[in-house]
Every structure is written in structure tokens, then in C-alpha cells.
């Protein structure tokens, strides 16, 4: 054997994709507190609306709906001319495709979340679309909570208890989401400054 000198630790080669605090860098630079911020507030809001639409879809009833939105049904219905199936296998059926619904829009939230961290400023836009939807929820439901729009129906209290509240703790971690992710730090990090600028 040959030395060439003393031995040496061989160097640290630390993983790019990691900070010091083990926090996810993407390539645009480190995620700045804000767009991290924004990034779990919509991973809340989406597990909310998810989880309160599929707990809608399963236990919401035609009876439950208001008279209006009721008559405005059986009129479609009676448009359509579908005079085979009942309104009641139609309204089941419409709360199947509300449930797949549901469940692809919320895949789609979630990547858009992960394309806001990875510093894109379209997600940025496309995220402040969806949170439009999810604060109108939420404010109609609290509206239809005190004009007595909303009752428990078939499905009882507790249930739309906790349907209610998971529509509105979406709309406001969509709404806190977008206040963090429009930010001087986080549009800086989204439209091209930060740590792209200097490369």
C-alpha cells in the first residue's frame, strides 16, 4: 500500500433537494415560509372539501333538499323526458358523479399545490380559481345556516354538523392560503426573483 498522506473523512454530499432544516428545495431556490405556509393550508382545505363532499354525497337525501331546488329537479326530469327512472335513482345517481367529481378535482388542487412550491406562477392563478369556489361555499352555507336554509333532514344534526363545518374550514384555509401565497415574499419566489434571478 501507498500513501499519499494522511487519511481524510470522505466529503458530505448533501442532497440539493434538502435544506439545513430539512425543509424541501425546489429548483427555483429555498420554499420561502409563505409559499410553504400556503402549500399545507391547501392540502387542509382540500382533505376539508373532499371529505365533506364524500360524506355529502353518501348520506344527503332528495327529501333533504330545499322545495326550490327540488321542484327545479323534477322539472329538469320531466324535460329530459326520463320517465324509466325515478327522481330518486336520478338524484343517486347525480351524487356518484358529484363523489367522482369531487375526488378528481381534489387530485388536481393537490398537484396544483406541489407546482406552487416548486415556485410556478400559473398554479399560483389556478389555486386562486379554485379558492373562489371554496370561500362561496363556505359563505353560502353560513348563509343558509342562519336564514334556516340549511336543516338535518333524514341525515340528522350531527352529520350536518359536520358536513357544514368541513365546508367552512375549507373555504377559510383556501382563503387563509391565498393571502400567504400573495405575499412579496411568495410572488417574488413565483414569477421569476429569488434565487432564479441569480443564476
Known amino acids: 500500500m501507498t500513501g499519499t498522506g494522511p487519511w481524510r473523512p470522505p466529503e458530505r454530499t448533501d442532497d440539493p433537494s434538502e435544506r439545513a432544516d430539512g425543509r424541501p428545495e425546489s429548483p427555483a431556490g429555498p420554499v420561502p415560509d409563505d409559499v410553504h405556509s400556503a402549500w399545507g393550508l ?46 330518486e335513482a336520478l338524484f343517486g345517481m347525480a351524487r356518484i358523479v358529484g363523489a367522482v367529481l369531487a375526488v378528481l378535482v381534489s387530485v388536481v388542487t393537490v398537484w396544483l399545490a406541489f407546482r406552487l412550491r ?10 386562486d380559481i379554485v379558492a373562489i369556489f371554496l370561500v362561496v361555499d363556505a359563505v353560502s352555507v353560513v348563509i343558509g345556516v342562519f336564514g334556516g336554509v340549511a336543516v338535518a333532514g333524514e341525515r340528522g344534526e350531527i352529520v350536518t354538523f359536520v358536513v357544514i363545518s368541513l365546508q367552512i374550514l375549507a373555504g377559510l384555509c383556501a382563503a387563509t392560503a391565498v393571502w400567504r401565497q400573495h405575499t412579496a415574499e411568495a410572488m417574488k419566489f413565483t414569477t421569476g426573483g429569488g434565487a432564479r434571478a441569480g443564476e
Request: charged share 20%; glycine share 10%.
Open 42 to 87: 391547501w392540502l387542509a382545505a382540500t382533505g376539508f372539501a373532499l371529505v365533506g363532499m364524500l360524506l355529502n354525497a353518501a348520506t344527503s337525501r332528495f327529501g333533504d333538499l330545499p322545495p326550490a331546488t327540488r321542484d327545479a329537479f323534477r322539472d329538469a326530469v320531466e324535460t329530459a323526458g326520463s320517465t324509466d327512472i325515478s327522481i
Open 118 to 127: 416548486a415556485g410556478k406562477g400559473w398554479a399560483r392563478t389556478m389555486l
